[in-house]
């Protein structure tokens, strides 16, 4: 039996130690694909492995209909856009994620990307504070929560949307529940992404809603690209000199960023919200431990494509 690790943007090398203990030690080969780069690579290495762990690697029909012996795929990691869950199901693959393990790393990098903007790209000007300051976050999962709990440290008032979390549990960690999602926009200054890319939620975030952000806006996305409709988000920045946009990936229109918004957006050149040794450890083991059990004792803990 043997499992796959593929990531294109690798894991820390103690992260891959790990996985390969929890696996040898279940008496299953590893084998490990890095950096890749071509798909043709991924499709030669998925031929002959049962359990599959990736990142953001794209798992579509062709990958998964070239792993022949394919019983389960984990992404090691919340997002699971990246995997066509349709023909893994079809196929009778079961699919899972790892949700919690790297959501720290992102809530991090979310007061990382904002506090750089914050104070203007460190270029010498006065900038602002984040004290006393409105974040709104948009969907209170894990990464929303820990991003909750960084901002009560900055000393920020914060707010919540999201229809799928009961506002009893964002009461408990001391936010304040929204229930209509322009609310949230036209109350919060400071906006932060943690939706995921749905066929609901692709490109929601539009005109109607940025135009509703007070004087200083600032939208954080260490979402999706996806979710962000990116010709209305131009728009609005050329309307507003005061809006500005950090992201945690590269969108489509970035030349457009570099040609009119200088000093007011951020990008980081690949996703790197999760990319710390301890979201690698934590997403990486647990994705090593849920492949084992799923193909030594069919736990399906975790599965996406019920
Ligand atoms: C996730 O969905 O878990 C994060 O976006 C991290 O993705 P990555 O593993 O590709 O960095």
């Known amino acids: 039996m043997k499992i796959l690790v593929a990531t294109d943007k690798p894991f820390a090398a103690v992260a891959v130690n790990g996985i390969k203990d929890v696996v040898e030690s279940a008496g299953i080969k590893l084998a490990l694909l ?12 998925v031929k002959d492995v049962e359990g599959l762990i990736v990142r953001s690697d794209i798992i579509d029909a062709e990958v998964l209909n070239a792993a022949k012996q394919l019983k389960v795929v984990v992404r090691a990691g919340a997002g699971y856009d990246n995997i066509d869950l349709a023909t893994a199901t079809a196929n009778g693959v079961c699919v899972m994620n790892t949700p919690g393990q790297n959501s720290n790393a992102v809530a991090e990098l979310v007061f990382g990307m904002t506090v750089m903007m914050a104070r203007n790209l460190y270029n010498g000007t006065s900038g602002t504070e984040l004290k006393g300051k409105k974040l709104g976050i948009h969907a209170f999962g894990q990464v929303g929560r820990n991003v909750a709990r960084i901002a009560k440290g900055f000393g920020m008032e914060v707010f919540a949307f999201d229809p799928y979390c009961p506002a009893s549990v964002m009461e408990a960690e001391g936010v304040k ?41 600032m939208l954080i996305n260490t979402a999706r690209k996806e979710v962000i409709n990116e010709e209305e988000l131009v728009q609005i920045m050329d309307e507003r000199p005061d809006f500005r946009y950090v992201s945690d990936i590269t969108p489509d229109n970035a030349s457009v960023f570099a040609e009119k918004f200088t000093g007011r957006y951020f990008f980081t050149p690949k996703k ?33 494509n019920k």
């Not at 979201?279 to 975790?302: C, H, R, T, Y």
Request: with cysteine.
């Open 34 to 45: 890095e950096k890749y780069g071509e798909k043709s690579k991924l499709l030669d290495a």
């Open 177 to 217: 529940p929204i229930t209509d999602i322009n609310e949230l926009y036209s109350t919060c200054q400071y906006v932060s992404l943690h939706i995921p890319a749905t066929n609901e939620t692709k490109k929601s975030i539009n005109y109607a809603l940025l135009k509703q952000m007070p004087k200083g806006a």
């Open 272 to 304: 790197m919200g999760a990319q710390t040794a301890e979201a690698n450890i934590n997403a990486g083991i647990a994705a090593a431990k849920q492949s084992v059990g799923f193909l030594k004792e069919g736990i399906d803990k975790f599965k996406v």
